[in-house]
């Protein structure tokens, strides 16, 4: 086992970026157009033969694509889905795992020529056999969902479900993700409708709903004058596209959890950084007054301008000529008067800038038109805390402090050996037990450079979560290498699963897997000894709540204690 002491004095500067209107266009992704036309949406009711001819469609399209491997093709899918504004993510995320499941089983069957669906297994132990589509949850359990195609998968006919069979434990979790696919669409739809009415929003012209909200307004009296208490959802809908007139769209949904109206402006922000220097530039600011009845709920879309009209506009940025800026995260902030009532980002890191944590994205100095350096803003600084167990650093019980005056990290790993530390600029360095005065070793800039939102090692492997794509790997998976030397150059590593935006922090200490998930303000520590369970949300267990909320930066285990990188108490 290892013993951590840490002693160590350090303070980093993070500064302010310039604001830009657009990036340069990237290019079409043919094959990811072409399948998105293929994808089908949930409809109640739907045909399971008509489902099925669907799901060959995506299977031939999925291996015209030349692409041998489910990562590779997980990246294909999730970009297809980029096209298509009109499917949620619940329904993404059902219908994005049965068709690479689907199609997996096929091609290690030997079920594919040609790329076409054989219907007939070549390889492996049910060689010669029919392969047949079944439904993951039986029709009698949830008829609703028997023609789509997230309810499909490729099974050999010998050991397709028989009537009369028992329904096993995972097939009838699997039935909590359909019906949140049900729910979702039928909100959706809900929503769809109201946005095709020549009327304003729930159904009334401008003027009837000034009019209520007026009245409701007179009923409330004082509490009017209160702030509300709101959740703020953000969600990117789509990349630039042909589909979408070539931008970034972010939705955004308030909901006011009072009970009384209210009147709040709602500030959101699209952020990318450029390709060479990695400055991060405020691609869309959307400011708008958004008037809510009690318990009322409003969504729209906020839009970047179209990304090809912009690239001369980084000449007078970026010295080192940057053909493009990628896209970064957002953040959504609420605001009543002068005072911030709630905030929300893409990522752990996005949540920061937007509950003021940062007072702009990451790491760049904010740079005048004529090219000056502003004056720096000094960050927060952090301690690292040691407890004896998962429960207490949870709860914060019986914390050591061991080092204080640290800067904010992307990301903390611990092997058996080292302390790795990973910089906002995708810097990857390196410290030995005991000591922590300084780096031992700079390891260079990872594949992922600045899209990371977790690394650590479970003793045997190395493993990233990725907040954005790289390489042939998509936003929200997690990737595992083998060594820290593929780690940092992104090469042999296996995608074990994809993880929800609302994942701040993974961790492993040799025997678990543990995962800090949010809601709103609410930051919860859980675990499983499976990683694939953990990561899909299936029989994982609750260690806690985290005490310190939003404000960590960092959390890790060297398999005899467990660390975290929390904002320090004086400047909470």
């Known amino acids: ?41 949930y409809k109640k009711g739907g045909s399971r033969q008509a489902a099925e001819k669907q799901m060959i469609l995506l299977i031939h399209l999925l291996s015209a694509s030349n692409r041998d491997s489910v990562s590779s093709n997980s990246a294909l899918i999730k970009k ?24 997996e089983t096929a091609y290690v069957y030997g079920a594919i020529n040609n790329n076409h669906f054989t219907g007939r297994a070549t390889k492996g132990r049910y060689r010669g056999e029919t392969l047949i589509f079944e439904n993951i949850v039986p029709q009698e359990m949830l008829p ?66 000034e009019a209520r909200w007026r009245a409701e307004v007179a009923e409330t009296g004082d509490a009017y004058t209160q702030p509300p208490n709101l959740q703020l959802v953000g969600q990117r809908l789509s990349s630039p596209s042909k589909m979408n007139g070539n931008c970034y769209v ?51 879309e906020v839009r970047t301008p ?35 009532i709630g ?21 760049i100095s904010e740079v005048s038109r004529a090219g000056s350096i502003a004056s720096p803003v000094i960050k927060p600084t952090y301690e690292l805390i040691q407890f004896k167990t998962a429960e207490e650093l949870a709860a914060g019980k019986n914390g050591v402090t061991i080092c204080s005056g640290l800067p904010g990290t992307r990301a903390l790993m611990a092997d058996e050996k080292r302390l790795y530390r990973l910089d906002y600029d995708g810097t990857l360095w390196i410290y030995k037990f005991p000591s922590f005065n300084a780096p031992t070793e700079s390891l260079g800039k990872i594949f992922a450079e600045g899209g990371v939102n977790a690394l650590f090692s479970d003793g045997a492997a190395y493993y990233i979560h990725l907040s954005e794509s790289a390489k042939s790997f998509s936003k929200d998976e997690v990737v595992k290498f083998t ?73 890790f285990s060297d398999g005899s204690s467990y660390y975290l990188q929390v904002r320090s108490l004086s400047e909470n």
């Open 144 to 209: 609703e969902c028997e023609g789509y195609i997230g309810n499909l998968r490729v099974v050999p006919k010998s050991l397709a479900r028989k009537s009369g069979d028992s329904i096993d434990r995972r097939d009838r979790a699997y039935a909590i993700g359909l019906r949140q696919v049900m729910h979702e669409a039928k909100t959706r739809a809900a929503m769809l409708e109201i946005e095709k009415s020549k009327v304003g929003h729930l159904g009334l012209t401008e003027s009837d709903y």
């Open 80 to 103: 297809a889905m980029d096209f298509r504004e009109d499917i949620g993510a619940q329904q993404r995320t059902t219908t994005v795992g049965a068709v690479l499941k689907a199609w």
């Open 483 to 555: 060594s820290v030397s593929d780690l940092i150059s992104g090469e042999n590593g296996k995608s074990v699963g994809t993880v929800s935006t609302a994942t701040a922090a993974l961790m492993s200490d040799g025997e678990s897997y543990y995962k800090v998930s949010h809601e709103g303000s609410q930051y919860t520590l859980v675990h499983s000894r499976d990683l694939k369970q953990l990561l899909a949300n299936g029989e994982i267990g609750t260690v806690g709540e985290l005490y310190c909320g939003a404000n960590h930066s960092g959390i």
């Open 343 to 363: 905030s929300t980002g893409s990522d752990g890191r996005m949540m920061r800038v937007a509950s003021g944590e940062y007072s702009a994205p990451d790491v």
């Open 306 to 340: 179209n990304v090809s009209a912009f690239k001369a506009a980084l000449k007078g940025f970026d010295p080192k000529k940057s053909q493009k800026v990628i896209y970064r995260g957002y953040t959504v902030v609420a605001k009543f008067g002068d005072e911030v």
């Open 250 to 300: 972010l939705r955004v949904e308030v909901t006011n959890l009072s009970r009384h109206p209210t009147e709040v402006e709602i500030h959101s922000s699209i952020v990318g950084y450029t390709d060479n220097e990695n400055k991060i530039y405020e691609m869309r600011k959307d400011s708008r007054t958004v008037k809510m009845r009690r318990s009322e709920v409003r969504e729209y």
């Open 1 to 41: 086992m290892i013993n951590l002491r840490i002693t160590c004095s350090a303070l980093f500067i993070l500064l302010l970026p310039p604001t830009l209107t657009s990036i340069g266009a990237p290019p079409v992704n043919k094959a990811a157009e072409g399948l998105a036309k293929a994808i089908p949406v």
